[in-house]
Structures are given as C-alpha cells and as structure tokens.
Nanobody, 120 residues
Framework: QVQLVESGGGLVQPGGSLRLSCAASGSIFSLYTMGWYRQAPGKQRELVAAITSDGSTNYADSVKGRFTISRDNAKNTVYLQMNSLKPEDTHVYYC??????????????WGQGTQVTVSS
C-alpha cells in the first residue's frame, strides 16, 4: 500500500502564493508520475499539473506560467508552487501518485485533499 500525506493549503489573498507538498510512504519500490488535481463542489476533478519520473512536466492551460510542479525523489515528495493566485483557483487540491510497489504491483494512490481558498 502507498499512503500520501498532503500539506500546505490554506487561505490566501488574490495575487498571493502557496506551496503544497505531498509525501508518499509505504510499500514503494519506485515512483512513476506524480500529479496534482483539483475539484470544486459539484464539478469533476481536473488535472492541474503532473511530473514524470524523468522530470517531464505538463500543466493545465489555466495555471501555466503561475504554478510549478517539482519532485524530490529522495524524499518521495511532490510539490506544487502556486503563485499569482486567483479566486478561481479556489478548490480542494488532491495529490496523485502512480507507483510500483515492492510487491510488484502498479498502484495509484490519492491524498486526502487540501483546501486552497483565494479570497480578499
């Protein structure tokens, strides 16, 4: 099993910044793609940003140039640096990790979600 613990959400004014972190633990042999998704009430979860094991990244058009995803493989952690935040960035943010477990299974795990609220 792979467990994810997210941190870093909160309330911030428009134009401000937040940094989300997601640490993976458990029966991990190696981590593949790590990503961040977000979801507003009554809406589908959407991809915000993802980073592969070799460092390739992709972003939703709505966050390009403002958000940066990175990972620290030694710490099994993925980060999302969010700058120039807008009210429409208000969502619950979820971390997702695809990993190869020590048991030889490819697993997909989700974090518990962290609320980001952008408001004056």
């Amino acid at each position: 099993q792979v467990q994810l613990v997210e941190s870093g959400g909160g309330l911030v004014q428009p134009g401000g910044s937040l940094r989300l972190s997601c640490a993976a633990s458990g029966s991990i042999f190696s981590l593949y793609t790590m990503g961040w998704y977000r979801q507003a009430p009554g809406k589908q979860r959407e991809l915000v940003a993802a980073i592969t094991s070799d460092g390739s990244t992709n972003y939703a058009d709505s966050v390009k140039g403002r958000f940066t995803i990175s990972r620290d493989n030694a710490k099994n952690t993925v980060y999302l640096q969010m700058n120039s935040l807008k009210p429409e960035d208000t969502h619950v943010y979820y971390c997702n990790v695809r990993a190869l477990s020590r048991g030889g299974l490819i697993v997909s795990a989700w974090g518990q979600g962290t609320q980001v609220t952008v408001s004056s």
